[in-house]
């Protein structure tokens, strides 16, 4: 699938921890180990947007392996 | 074999053969070698698939790339430069970093890693080169530019590796350190040392709660990165001022727990394998495990099959890793 946009509610789902997924691609989850903390402590929409822009530029960076497909589906169906 | 131990002659004859290689060896058997399209970590400990866990200062172990990759750049850094090295990581490929322990890159990338721009956006995996444990303080680890001849003892070198549009690069590691069922630990700021600790939000002197609570330093404290378990390895307590020193670095506002204690590391890696850790073995391109592993597990004389590879003074899956196997694979697309 397609990477979607980043104005999708499902980004700003994952990065302020309000839905947790279990994903496969591992540089996602270690950096999403970082974002989620950083935004849980700074839940400005400054960092939110901040850290949308980089989970979402790893994932269209990545996006023709298979695991990131499989995350992709996981989170955004 | 795409991993293998080599003689010092046997590793002449494949530079010479124009063999594309990435090695790890003492640094007396690297300096034999002849210039040619290699980048080699210095460290005389292995584990092999022959002999399993092993020391040598005459051995040097190659992870022979030449048949995946369709070509490659050594890229040299320093601890400023560094801060480019996703993003000029081959589009199509993988970025292969050896760092010599303890050098100011090396603290800095640990340190900085994780807010290097465009941080994982393309693979980068590799190891923190060492030296024989007798030789701590007397020689420093360092890496080599084979194509240069360049031996550096501070600063990174990265082997940019193009692959073919059909193959894809990814990297992945087996953690047997899990989350105990202990305090809370965080953390007031970044760094490799720390005198306080927040433990369940309380500020505590270090040093006095791991002797109090009587816990292994020889198990690592572990972070819940998004399902994945990170470890930060204690290097030790300096009694004089109560500060607790670390292999790697913690970072504020991170949550850590001491480790659950693993009993039996060659067994339980074993099972791991069997489990959840599901690396398609054929596609195992380089691996490398960590020294605390090898000691602490007695790895000398055992196998981690099908994982062989150097055994490292810290390990690199995007960031700085202790304790833990590292391992890339190439796959069909």
Redesign the interface.
């Given at each position: 699938m397609d990477v979607p946009s980043k104005t999708h509610k499902g980004w700003q789902d994952v990065v302020t921890g309000n839905k947790a997924f279990?994903?496969k691609f591992?540089?996602?989850?270690?950096?999403?180990?970082?974002l989620?903390?950083?935004v849980k402590?700074n839940p400005s929409p400054d960092n939110i947007k901040t850290s949308i822009d980089?989970l979402y530029?790893?994932f269209a960076?990545?996006a023709?392996?298979p695991?990131v497909q499989d995350d992709l589906k996981t989170i955004f169906g | 074999m795409r991993q293998e131990i080599l003689s010092i002659e046997d590793a002449k004859r494949k530079i010479i053969d124009g063999r594309k290689l990435l090695l790890a060896g003492d640094e007396d058997a690297l300096r034999q070698l002849p210039k040619g399209d290699w980048i080699a970590g210095t460290i005389p400990y292995f584990i092999s698939h022959e002999r399993g866990g092993l020391v040598s200062r005459d051995l040097i172990f190659a992870t022979d790339v030449t048949d995946i990759v369709t070509g490659m750049v050594i890229a040299q850094y320093d601890q400023n430069s560094l801060a480019r090295v996703y993003a000029e990581g081959p589009k199509h490929g993988f970025s292969f970093i050896v760092i010599p322990a303890t050098s100011q890159t090396h603290l800095s990338f640990a340190l900085n890693g994780?807010n290097y721009k465009?941080?994982?956006?393309?693979?980068l995996v590799g190891w923190i080169a060492g030296v024989h444990l007798d030789d701590l303080g007397k020689r420093t680890p360092k890496v080599f530019n084979g194509i240069t001849g360049d031996v550096v003892e501070d600063g990174a070198l990265v082997l940019q590796a193009e692959l073919s549009p059909k193959k894809?690069a990814?990297?992945?590691?087996i953690n047997l350190f899990e989350q105990g069922d202990g305090d809370i630990l965080t953390f007031s700021e970044d760094g490799f040392s720390a005198k306080y600790v927040m433990v369940n939000g309380e500020k505590t002197e270090f040093a006095p709660y791991l002797k109090k609570k009587k816990l292994d330093t020889k198990l690592p404290l572990v972070?819940?990165?998004?399902?994945?378990m990170?470890n930060i390895s204690f290097q030790g307590v300096d009694e004089a001022d109560g500060t607790v020193k670390f292999y790697a670095p913690v970072?504020s506002?991170?949550?850590y727990k001491h480790a659950k204690p693993v009993a039996d590391y060659v067994k339980s890696f074993g099972e791991c394998l069997g489990k959840e850790c599901g690396a398609d073995t054929d596609q195992v391109v380089f691996s490398c495990n960590c020294i605390l592993n090898y000691l602490y597990s007695e790895l000398e004389n055992k196998k981690t099959e099908p994982f062989v590879g150097p055994v490292t003074f810290g390990e690199i899956?995007?960031?700085l890793l202790n304790q833990t196997l590292v391992y890339l694979e190439v796959k069909d697309?």
């Open positions: 279990q994903l591992l540089a996602a989850k270690i950096l999403l180990g970082r989620t903390r950083a402590d980089q530029n790893i960076q990545n023709h392996i695991s | 994780p465009s941080f994982g956006v393309r693979p894809l990814e990297i992945g590691i972070a819940d990165y998004y399902g994945v990170v970072f506002g991170i949550r899956a995007y960031q697309l």
